[in-house]
T-cell receptor, first 110, second 114 residues
Framework: GQNIDQPTEMTATEGAIVQINCTYQ??????LFWYQQHAGEAPTFLSY????GLEEKGRFSSFLSRSKGYSYLLLKELQMKDSASYLC???????????FGGGTRLMVKP | NAGVMQNPRHLVRRRGQEARLRCSPM?????VYWYRQLPEEGLKFMVY????????ESGMPKERFSAEFPKEGPSILRIQQVVRGDSAAYFC????????????FGSGTRLTVV
């Protein structure tokens, strides 16, 4: 099975940098995903890591360490519109199903 | 290319009634996944289907819940004799075979049981 942990809530200031951590324990691993979900809306894909290291995409970066069962999502130059929930998800060995953590609700303040 | 379409967006049912939630995957996507999200919680896997087959239903409650993805038409999540605890957002996602970058989600159906 999969066990995925991430903080429930975080608060940060507009223009700052925030790091959202995710730890996982899995019986099989075939990739880690980050999704963004605004209140009342569908989750949207942000990033994907399958090998160790940092993937950068604009203001968002995601890091993975498979040996530590650890990932983080880094958001730079925070904007008010970044206030949302950020969901960490792990794909199983069969390569199809995603298991999600509980999500981290990020509040960006002026 | 339309995204994953779910309907209805909002559904109100009285206790004991049936709820039918529909999901049309993106064109070319043959894999469908249903997730449930309770208020302030993460997404919980329910069922994974391919055309005419249930691949994994390990997250589906054993009673009252069923899902199908027929050869023609949308995938249907059916909840019989709804109870208040069934009130949640139900999200459908789809992917093509061998998709590397995960799923595309629909906008969800918000079920309220009164």
């Amino acid at each position: 099975g999969q066990n995925i942990d991430q903080p429930t809530e975080m608060t940060a200031t507009e223009g700052a940098i925030v790091q959202i951590n995710c730890t996982y324990q899995t019986s099989g691993f075939n990739g880690l995903f980050w999704y963004q979900q605004h209140a009342g809306e569908a989750p949207t894909f942000l990033s994907y890591n399958v090998l160790d290291g940092l993937e950068e995409k604009g203001r968002f970066s995601s890091f993975l360490s498979r040996s530590k069962g650890y990932s983080y999502l880094l958001l730079k130059e925070l904007q008010m519109k970044d206030s949302a929930s950020y969901l960490c998800a792990v794909r199983d060995w069969a390569g199809n199903m995603l298991t999600f953590g509980g999500g981290t609700r990020l509040m960006v303040k002026p | 290319n339309a995204g994953v379409m779910q309907n209805p967006r909002h559904l109100v049912r009285r206790r004991g009634q049936e709820a039918r939630l529909r999901c049309s995957p993106m064109k070319g996507h043959s894999h469908v996944y249903w997730y449930r999200q309770l208020p302030e919680e993460g997404l919980k896997f329910m069922v994974y289907l391919q055309k005419e087959n249930i691949i994994d239903e390990s997250g589906m409650p054993k009673e009252r819940f069923s899902a199908e993805f027929p050869k023609e038409g949308p995938s249907i999540l059916r909840i019989q004799q709804v109870v208040r605890g069934d009130s949640a957002a139900y999200f459908c996602a789809s992917s093509p075979p061998d998709e590397v970058y995960g799923y595309t989600f629909g906008s969800g159906t918000r079920l309220t049981v009164v």
